[in-house]
């Protein structure tokens, strides 16, 4: 199937491990130009080699602090016109409302909250003058079930679903499409990291974080090329009357109303 995203620019933000990685290297293989930003400036120049190697597509790199002064209104004039905007970036801490102190919250939320919305603004405009776009909100499954011990998520995640829903249901006005994807867990580095510490407190040895996985849908978390699919075929035309929806890849496991 041809998704018509050949020559399309895209601007991925938290690209340079994880969902980020697999998004930029899913939109290259659709021909797409890339551009990638991220803090790690070295991750992501092997990303760049890796996928020029492999793909006929432009990748430029922006090795950025998002929740630094100005770095948005940088990021968006060094990109020029983007066609697609994935807002990818920033982890929310896990813990309990005794273990997220309120330094940890505000910081959790700067980049991945308010982070998502302060580049929305910005990249809506542009793509307004230019006649159309594709936004897409990568949010998380924790944002519809909430989960005590993931508190600070839970709620920044439920204010992008909200947040996403509101623009989204009329960005069609302005020809732009605004959507929002919840990934449950994925085979990431910050998936083992969370169950670890998770088997730590439930079970008293994070090394039993095995037995927490065998809980997920398949015994396993979902693989990045899964959720990465769905960003791609949500940015293409083959979605163009898709906006102010939001999409789970959990394996049912926010439709079980429980978190595992």
């Known amino acids: 199937m041809d998704l018509g995203l050949k020559g399309k620019s ?32 070295e991750k992501l120049a092997r990303i760049k080699s890796d996928i020029e190697a492999n793909f006929p597509v432009s990748v430029r790199t922006h090795p950025l ?25 920033g982890v929310i801490p896990g813990g ?14 700067q980049l991945k909250v308010f982070g998502y919305i302060d580049l929305t603004r910005l990249i809506y405009r542009e793509m307004k003058a230019r006649g159309g776009g594709v936004i897409i909100n990568n949010i998380g499954n924790a944002g519809e079930s909430y989960d005590v011990d993931y508190i600070a998520g839970t709620s920044g995640n439920a204010s992008l679903m909200a947040f996403t829903r509101t623009l989204g249901g009329r960005s069609l006005d302005d020809n732009i499409r605004v959507l929002g994807i919840n990934p449950g867990p994925v085979d990431t580095d ?11 407190n439930q079970l008293g040895d994070e090394s039993r974080y095995g037995e927490l996985l065998q809980r997920y849908p398949l015994q396993r978390p979902a693989h990045v090329r899964e959720v990465v699919d769905l960003f791609v075929f949500l940015a293409s035309g083959r979605s163009s009357y898709t906006s102010g929806a939001i999409f789970t890849v959990d394996g049912g496991i926010a439709s079980r109303g429980s978190i595992v």
């Open 10 to 41: 895209v601007l991925i933000t938290g690209a340079s491990q994880g969902i980020g990685e697999g998004l930029a290297k899913g939109f290259a293989a659709e021909g797409a130009d890339l551009q990638l930003t991220a803090r790690n400036a």
């Open 190 to 200: 910050r998936i083992y990291k969370l169950l670890k510490r998770r088997a730590k």
């Open 65 to 89: 602090d998002l929740t630094a002064a100005g770095a948005c209104e940088a990021l968006v004039e060094r990109c020029g016109g983007v066609d697609i905007l994935i807002n990818n970036a």
């Open 96 to 109: 309990s409302l005794f273990d997220i102190d309120a330094k940890a919250w505000r910081d959790g939320w």
